[in-house]
Structure formats: structure tokens, C-alpha cells
């Protein structure tokens, strides 16, 4: 009885699984519809644009530009036929760079020297076009091959002699070595220095491959008053300080006996009374300029034993009067056809004995 009951659930128990196994997949496949219909009828995300973020616009400024001379306008040159009567004598400036200095401009640009090159001596550029004085260095001490010389102090004061006697010619300086660095300055007055000074702002340093002695610097230019007037110097060089205007030598300040020595010179009742730097100063000779009228002007400071140099020089107008120092000497302005940089007089008032000149005067000699 149990075998035959056994045997019929186990014939029963194939459709009892089947039946199963159809409710289950029914089951799933419905469970399966809804979830893919579900997500087929989802609606689809919308791209939403982030809002518009305000950014700080930055000001643009237009770069300024610092132009730097970088050489002077040369010396014009002048050819004139002899043999066409009515040629006008025209005189052209030959324009080397692009600039002119303090005082000037080029195309509406004001271009500015560097103050930081510019030495009691001078600098390598214009300082106001014009009004500068152009300054050549030679060396007697050497060739123009720049070997050794034999001359010496006696020769050395008969060259410049030669030089002075020959109307300030500078071919007397042609055997010798010549600076290829000009300078421009447009006041002359150098207080007391050490003589390396010469030959290391033109460039050449002082020391054991340069003597600094036996040379000298011959400065050329152009003075006028708009008003005129009468004028002399005063003025010490240690050693040579000749000046010359309009052809005629009005003042020779140099040292000591080098003062006969280098050019015919009568002694004036006001020479040597009062000090000057290390020495007494020596004064000038009157000379006169018409209204508006520019004459020639040229300077020869020089150096011959070594040691000290300077090369102090102070204008009087006869039609001014003048504040007087301790000594009872008149405080005369320092010689000047342009303003002095502030640089400059900085260098000047490091080794100046205040009251010896005026460095603040508005008196010039300009052109322009």
C-alpha cells in the first residue's frame, strides 16, 4: 500500500514542477515588462545652462618707452668752393642718432641722456644740443699707437705752447694718442681731484698699462648773451686752464709758474689774492659780447706732474654785484651754458669749499 502510493507521487511530482516552474516564469517575464517599460517611458533629463558668471575686465595701459641716446650729433663740415662766387655758404647738421638730449627732441619724442654716464668732465651723449661743448682728451705720455713717448714736463709745456701760438691748432696733438670717447658738458668747473680722473672718464682707466699724466682736454663751443655785456674770468687749473673767445686768449689760470711758461700773460692787480681750491686764483681779462650774438669759445685744461687737478671757472658781469665769501672774494657763478644736472653738482659739492663759487646761478651763456 505505501510502495503504490510512493509510486504515484513519484509519478505526479514531473507536472507538479512544470506547473511550478510556468507560474515562476510568469511571473518574472511580467516583473521584466514593467521594469523595461518603466524605464523606456522615463523622460529624458533636459541640460539646464549654468548662469552667466560676470568676470573683471582689467585696464590695459599703453607701455612707456624710455629712449636712450646713444650719441651725439658730430661736428658739421663745411666745403666750400672756392671757384663758384655765388655758392651760399649753408652749413647742414649730420644727424647720427636719433636724439638730442635734455632740451631738445626728435619727432616730438623728448629723449634724455643717461645721468649716470655724466662726470664733472662731461658724458658720452649731448646734454642740450647746441649749448654743449665738445671735448677731445690727448695724452702726450703716449703715441697714437699707444706706446711710450720720451717726452717729458719741458716738452709737454712746449707742445702746448706750440698749440697756443699756432691759433689753438689740434694738429700739434696729431704724434699722440687721442681718445676715440669725446665728451659733452655745457659748464667747465671741476673742483680738486685726483689727476686718474682725467683719462678714466674718457674712457681709459688710469693704473699701470696708462700714466695719468701729461695729458690735457681741449673743449670747443659756442657762448651767447641775449642781453650782452661786459665779462671776465676767474679761475685756477691745476695745471693748465687757458681760455680763449672769439679767437683771443682772456683768461690763463694755470698753475705756478706754468702760467708764463705756456702762454704770454700780464699779470692783473686782483691775481692771486684770494684762494681758490688748493692755490689762489687768477683772474681775466675783460671782453665784451654783442646782444644775441654767439662767438667761439675753447678750453684747454691739462694735467703734467701727476697728483692733483682741477680746473675751477667763474664768470663776472661787470654790470652785477656780488655777495662776498670770508676772503672778501666775490661769489661768482661757475661757468655754464645749460643748467647742471643735479647728478653732477652732487660730485661737484662732494670736494667744492662752500663759497668759492655759485652752483644755483641762473646766469648762462646759452645759445638756445
Known amino acids: 500500500m505505501k510502495k503504490a502510493r510512493k509510486a504515484k507521487l513519484n509519478k505526479r511530482s514531473p507536472t507538479a514542477f512544470l506547473v511550478s516552474f510556468l507560474v515562476h516564469f510568469a511571473i518574472?517575464?511580467?516583473?521584466?515588462?514593467?521594469?523595461?517599460?518603466?524605464?523606456?517611458?522615463?523622460?529624458?533629463?533636459?541640460?539646464?545652462?549654468?548662469?552667466?558668471?560676470?568676470?573683471?575686465?582689467?585696464?590695459?595701459k599703453k607701455p612707456r618707452v624710455k629712449m636712450k641716446e646713444t650719441a651725439k650729433p658730430r661736428a658739421t663740415t663745411r666745403i666750400v668752393s672756392k671757384n663758384v662766387a655765388s655758392m651760399p655758404d649753408i652749413q647742414l647738421p649730420e644727424i647720427s642718432s636719433a636724439g638730442s638730449g635734455i632740451g631738445g627732441g626728435v619727432g616730438g619724442y623728448e629723449l634724455v641722456p643717461d645721468?649716470?654716464?655724466?662726470?664733472?668732465?662731461?658724458g658720452a651723449s649731448s646734454v642740450a644740443v647746441?649749448?654743449?661743448?665738445?671735448?677731445?682728451?690727448?695724452?702726450?705720455?703716449?703715441?697714437?699707437?699707444?706706446?711710450?713717448?720720451?717726452?717729458?714736463?719741458?716738452?709737454?709745456?712746449?707742445?702746448?705752447?706750440?698749440?697756443?701760438?699756432l691759433d689753438w691748432n689740434p694738429y700739434v696733438f696729431a704724434p699722440y694718442y687721442r681718445s676715440p670717447?669725446?665728451?659733452?658738458?655745457?659748464h667747465i668747473f671741476i673742483p680738486t681731484i685726483s689727476s686718474e680722473f682725467g683719462p678714466s672718464n674718457f674712457g681709459i682707466p688710469?693704473?699701470?698699462?696708462?700714466?695719468?699724466?701729461?695729458?690735457?682736454?681741449?673743449?670747443?663751443?659756442?657762448?651767447?648773451?641775449?642781453?650782452?655785456g661786459r665779462f671776465r674770468f676767474w679761475g685756477f687749473g691745476d695745471d693748465v686752464l687757458l681760455v680763449r673767445v672769439n679767437g683771443k686768449v682772456v683768461l690763463n689760470a694755470s698753475y705756478g709758474d706754468f702760467r708764463t711758461e705756456l702762454c704770454e700773460w700780464e699779470r692783473h692787480d686782483e691775481d692771486y689774492k684770494y684762494y681758490m681750491g688748493h692755490a689762489q686764483a687768477a683772474v681775466g681779462d675783460w671782453f665784451e659780447l654783442e646782444p644775441g650774438v654767439p662767438v667761439e669759445m675753447e678750453v684747454l685744461i691739462g694735467e703734467i706732474p701727476g697728483g692733483l687737478f682741477c680746473a675751477y671757472l667763474v664768470v663776472e658781469d661787470q654790470a652785477e654785484d656780488y655777495a662776498q665769501n670770508q676772503q672778501g672774494m666775490p661769489i661768482l657763478p661757475v661757468f655754464k651754458t645749460a643748467e647742471i644736472p643735479e647728478r653732477v653738482k652732487?660730485?661737484?659739492?662732494?670736494?667744492?669749499?662752500?663759497?668759492e663759487a655759485d652752483l644755483e646761478s641762473d646766469a648762462m651763456f646759452n645759445l638756445y
Open 28 to 60: 518574472f517575464m511580467i516583473a521584466g515588462g514593467l521594469i523595461v517599460f518603466s524605464v523606456i517611458d522615463k523622460e529624458e533629463a533636459q541640460f539646464v545652462p549654468p548662469a552667466k558668471v560676470e568676470r573683471p575686465k582689467m585696464e590695459l
Open 115 to 122: 645721468v649716470e654716464e655724466m662726470s664733472m668732465f662731461g
Open 130 to 165: 647746441g649749448n654743449d661743448f665738445e671735448g677731445t682728451f690727448y695724452s702726450l705720455r703716449y703715441d697714437r699707437r699707444g706706446e711710450e713717448t720720451s717726452v717729458d714736463d719741458p716738452e709737454y709745456i712746449n707742445t702746448i705752447r706750440r698749440f697756443v701760438d
Open 181 to 186: 670717447q669725446k665728451l659733452y658738458t655745457t
Open 206 to 228: 688710469a693704473g699701470p698699462a696708462f700714466d695719468p699724466y701729461l695729458w690735457c682736454v681741449h673743449y670747443k663751443g659756442k657762448i651767447m648773451r641775449k642781453e650782452g
Open 346 to 355: 652732487d660730485k661737484i659739492k662732494y670736494t667744492l669749499i662752500p663759497g
